[in-house]
Structures are given as C-alpha cells and as structure tokens.
C-alpha cells in the first residue's frame, strides 16, 4: 500500500447509519480494534479501554441509552479513557486522553473501511448506562461509541472547503498554494 492509497481510504471513509445483516469476522474486529492500540499517544500513556460489544442483545439494550445510535450494527467498540493511566500526564492528562482516544478512533473506522466494514462516531449517549450495561469500572470513563457493520450503501462525500481557504503558509491569513 503506497501513500496514495492511505488517502484513498481517508477520502472514503463515510459514517454509516443503516447496515445489513452479515456478521463481522473475529479476525476483522481484531484488526479494527488494533488498529485503535497503534494509534498516537502522548508520552506513551495509552490512556484507551476498548470494549467490542458483538452480542445482539447487549447492542440492543445499548441502544436504548444512546440517542446517537442508529440502524443495526453487528458490532460496537465503546472507546474508553482510564483514569488511572491518564491522571500520570498532570492536568492535561484527560485532555490529552482525549485526543488519544480521538486518534484510536480514526485509525479504527480507517481500518473497518478498509476491511469494507461501515462505521460511524457516537458521541450521543448516556455514559452511567452504558458504564453499568458493561460493567465498567468507576476509574475508567466510556468517551466515544463506534457502529460497525456492512453498509447497506456507501454514500457519497460530502463537499469539503478548499484548501486555500483552511490552510495558512507561514502566518495566519496567508493562503497556503498547493
């Protein structure tokens, strides 16, 4: 896989809200959700918990508690930070869990598209349900729910800003010429 391909997949990947019924391989969830462990992390910490949640009824009583969570997902990884490791970076610490979670979770739904697996972020849910439904300890904090399953389409991409209007040379206000 060259460089041209990485943005390839970045350019294709979609949030996908409405799946079909085919399960997910062990073998592919795996990689997803190592994909997420190789993911950035500041001075190491690796602040993330990830839960893979493929039982049918347990997504669906998640579902109950997540406003944000739409269609029937044959998997959900609940993205969380742990207390304990990210109170070792000072009071930045959770910040930066944070972020660290926000990059395991992108190369997570990189790895799913890549696999052909649609997924999508949910940020919408309550946090206490979910932290009882999966026996979550009180130190370890559910940030981030991601869906996945086969898409029932791939949608198209949404138009994005130019570069010339987002990026800057040099100083702020000098269009950047690609």
Wanted: proline share 8%; charged share 25%; hydrophobic share 40%.
């Amino acid at each position: 896989m060259g460089f041209e391909d990485i943005l390839h997949v970045i350019k294709g990947r979609r949030s996908i809200r409405e799946f079909i019924d085919k399960e997910i391989p062990r073998e592919h969830l795996t990689k997803i959700v190592e994909a997420g462990v190789w993911a950035p992390s500041g001075s190491n910490i690796q602040p993330w918990e990830f839960i893979v949640v493929d039982d049918v009824k347990m997504i669906e009583k998640v579902k109950l508690v997540s406003p944000g969570l739409f269609g029937n997902p044959k998997a959900l990884i609940v993205i969380c930070v742990n207390r304990a490791k990210y109170e070792r970076g000072g009071s930045q610490g959770r910040l930066i869990a944070l972020m660290d979670a926000s990059m395991a979770a992108q190369n997570i739904m990189l790895e799913a598209y890549s696999l052909g697996v649609g997924s999508c972020p949910i940020a919408s849910f309550n946090k206490l349900a979910v932290k009882e439904l999966l026996k979550i300890p009180e130190h370890v904090e559910p940030v981030l729910i991601i869906s996945l399953g086969y898409p029932s389409k791939w949608p198209d991409p949404p138009k994005r800003r130019p570069l010339k209007e987002v990026v800057h040379l040099n100083e702020y206000g000098r269009p950047y010429e690609g």
